[in-house]
């Protein structure tokens, strides 16, 4: 089920008019994140639009239609750009004035964020890899069907009709891997999805190893809203268990 929030249209200016930005998001077993995940967001975007995936049964359902859903209902409601999200994610404060800069382009840019794996509310992982992650989710909308979505990997955005990817220099927090027993089913729900590792060379081993782990803490100004309080719940299906259908 496809939800929505879409702020009125502000008046167009004629010389560098302001570009809709529409935030999508879909949400499962992590729906009670959804709310501090919509007060981050808030003074970004123009709106957002949320795909209610509770009533999947299997432990994890078609990403690829999904997205089509979303990006569907978002070009209905005359984004220009769009902004991919996840419920367990929050943008640094400074995001929304610049955003707005990075969206007055009128070119086909994704830009990237910093994806920052937090370890704590607000210390994350720089180590290796984890240094190195970067989410390209702020894109010029595009019609769907341009898109043809292979896996829970791919790009929000198609490489086929001239995306050109670039560094927003903010960062995304990602607070799953704050609860250590998310760290290990976050593991095995990959290693279930994509057994022999042809998604990802590296495999998904290790993002339950911690050896030679080196931490940064959030940078004075670069704080996300609204602080997070972890529950120590799973938010994922525990694959381990059996528990596929299970809201956790």
Wanted: hydrophobic share 40%; aromatic share 12%; net charge neutral.
């Amino acid at each position: 089920m496809i939800t929505s929030h879409i702020k009125p249209q502000r008046p167009r200016r004629k010389l560098f008019p302001q570009q809709r930005v529409v935030a999508v998001f879909s949400y499962r077993f992590d729906a009670h994140l959804v709310p501090d995940l919509i007060a981050n967001l808030d003074p970004i975007v123009d709106g957002w639009i949320a795909y209610d995936d509770r009533r999947a049964t299997e432990a994890f359902s078609s990403e690829p239609l999904r997205r089509h859903a979303l990006l569907a209902a978002a070009r209905g409601a005359a984004a220009d750009w769009i902004l991919a999200v996840d419920p367990d994610e929050r943008l640094e404060r400074g995001a929304a004035e610049r955003i707005a800069k990075l969206t007055s382009v009128y070119r086909r840019i994704a830009w990237g964020f910093r994806l920052r794996e937090m370890y704590s509310p607000i210390d994350y992982r720089v180590d290796g890899l984890w240094g190195e992650k970067i989410q390209y989710r702020l894109f010029k909308a595009y019609d769907p069907a341009n898109c043809q979505f292979k896996d829970f990997h791919d790009l929000w955005y198609p490489s086929s009709v001239g995306f050109k990817a670039r560094d927003s220099g903010l960062n995304l927090y990602h607070l799953k891997m704050i609860e250590p027993k998310r760290r290990i089913a976050r593991r095995d729900l990959y290693d279930h999805l994509d057994p022999g590792h042809l998604l990802q060379d590296v495999g998904y081993d290790y993002l339950a190893d911690e050896a030679g782990a080196v931490f940064e803490r959030i940078s004075p100004g670069r704080e996300y809203h609204p602080p997070h309080v972890d529950d120590g719940g799973l938010w994922m299906a525990d694959i381990a268990a059996g528990m596929h259908g299970r809201q956790t």
